[in-house]
């Protein structure tokens, strides 16, 4: 019994890491694709295929504990409601406009993955899960670690609309609200089941506010000819937005609901901090962004932090 909760435990890390390096490269895929697509036309490109693929998938798969797709019961019906109310839709409305109103994909991966301050205040509030002190003091100093690493060598940074603050911390807020409600939909849901219900319910505020703010004719207006070049601004545009739609918005998904449920909301949501060390990796690496020694310094107070987060407190008995 100890060796399978041990195992299951482990493998809710794995996926844990797994999916925030694939959403460290979201950002980046986002900024790419907003240099040639309207941020809700992006949107509506990323998801409406991952609903698809993931319809598809859950059909072929159907009795797979983690990719079956159930029929949803209607009492569960206001819990999926407010997930895909806050995650994708505000969350990713947010978040794209966060991308697109600050200069640096590493700054704005840094503010969207601050959820960790919420999450035990929330999870304690609205879920009765039991906050420990080393949560705290591990999210607390990993926390630390992401603002050394974002401001070490940058005091002079432009930021860009400082409205990319605010709409960051909105953002974060809903994401913690979608992880209560993960949590809280029954365990007879497949992780993919609750993706996919989230993602088709978020349609449909996407497409109501895509018709009201960009519609049908920002198609026309993008010269479609370009793919016939896979080096041309659209093609690297569309390449990322299905790399955001298989990988970010299905993959790394179902990898965090199932982990979520397994380890709880505090824990999963300590991950997020590693999101910018893999960011600033991926810019130190292919965009040639420096890394000087205070970086890695807050490189290593964020692993550290997860460690403590993680790690277990003896129960004493007195």
Not at 199 to 212: G, K, M
Not at 275 to 302: C, D, N, Q, S, Y
Request: aromatic share 14%; proline share 5%.
């Amino acid at each position: 019994m100890s060796f399978s909760r041990n195992r299951t435990q482990y493998l809710a890390v794995i996926a844990l890491i797994a999916s925030m390096v694939i959403w460290s490269v979201s950002g980046i895929a986002i900024k790419q694709a907003l240099t040639v697509l309207p941020p809700l036309t992006m949107i509506i490109f990323r998801f409406t295929p991952s609903v698809l693929l993931m319809l598809l998938i859950g059909l072929i798969c159907r009795k797979s504990e983690l990719f079956g797709l159930q029929r949803m019961e209607l009492a569960d019906l206001p819990l999926f409601l407010i997930a895909g109310f806050c995650q994708p839709f505000l969350y990713y409305v947010l978040e794209t406009f966060t991308y697109d109103s600050l200069n640096s994909p590493t700054i704005a991966e840094t503010l969207l993955s601050t959820s960790p301050l919420l999450s035990p205040v929330f999870a304690a509030l609205f879920l009765r899960e039991r906050v420990t002190r080393n949560n705290i003091i591990g999210i607390l100093v990993s926390t630390l670690g992401v603002f050394i690493l974002t401001l070490a060598g940058n005091m002079t940074f432009a930021i860009g609309n400082y409205w990319g603050v605010l709409l960051a911390f909105l953002a974060v807020s809903s994401a913690v609200v979608d992880s209560i409600m993960m949590r809280k939909i029954p365990a007879r849901y497949s992780p993919l089941s609750i993706i996919f219900y989230a993602q088709l319910i978020s349609l449909l505020f996407f497409y109501p506010l895509w018709f009201w703010q960009e519609g049908p004719q920002t198609m026309v207006s993008i010269d479609w000819s370009q793919l016939a070049d896979i080096t041309t601004p659209l093609s690297v545009a569309i390449i990322s937005v299905r790399y955001l739609t298989i990988f970010a918005s299905v993959i790394a998904f179902i990898l965090f609901c199932y982990a979520l449920r397994v380890v709880g909301v505090t824990q999963a949501n300590a991950f997020n901090n590693i999101r910018p060390v893999f960011t600033a990796m991926w810019m130190f690496l292919f965009f040639g962004e420096h890394l000087p020694i205070a970086k890695w310094l807050g490189i290593g107070l964020i692993i550290f932090g997860l460690f403590v987060c993680q790690k277990k407190e003896k129960v004493s008995d007195c």
